[in-house]
């Protein structure tokens, strides 16, 4: 995947459908407040819950990268590309994950396992 130029984030969210994310990854390299932090958090309902930040940011503008996720049953297990991983919670249960959405991000591959 690479990033698109002349954007201040990106986002992958992965859920059920656009009222509904277990998880909304969003590398933010000058957004607000955040300056190059990861920011997740889970959408339910249409109601956003506590974001998670992760302060290691190895992405860089323009570029492409790999980012990979596995759904466990209690969390995803994030492996970034400088190959740091980090957990974020699964905070309700639906099962399998039905859809996916892409924020200002041009998709290269997508492999499911």
């Known amino acids: 995947m690479s990033w698109l130029q002349g954007?201040?984030?990106?986002?992958?969210?992965l859920g059920i459908d656009s009222r509904n994310f277990l998880l909304h990854f969003s590398?933010?390299?000058?957004?607000?407040?955040d300056k190059r932090k990861i920011v997740c958090n889970s959408l339910q309902n249409n109601v956003w819950e506590q974001?998670?930040?992760?302060?290691?940011?190895p992405f860089q503008q323009g570029s492409v990268t790999t980012v990979r996720f596995e759904y466990?049953?209690?969390?995803?297990?994030?492996?970034?590309?400088?190959?740091?991983r980090f957990s974020f919670p699964v905070?309700?249960?639906?099962?399998a994950i039905s859809y996916l959405t892409l924020?200002?991000?041009?998709?290269?591959c997508l492999t499911i396992e």
Do not use: A, T, W, Y
Request: net charge positive.
């Open 27 to 33: 590398p933010r390299f000058d957004f607000g407040v």
């Open 51 to 57: 974001e998670q930040k992760e302060g290691d940011f």
């Open 91 to 95: 905070r309700f249960n639906v099962g």
């Open 103 to 108: 924020g200002n991000l041009q998709l290269k």
């Open 72 to 84: 466990r049953r209690e969390d995803f297990n994030i492996l970034l590309p400088s190959g740091k």
């Open 7 to 13: 954007h201040c984030s990106f986002s992958i969210g």
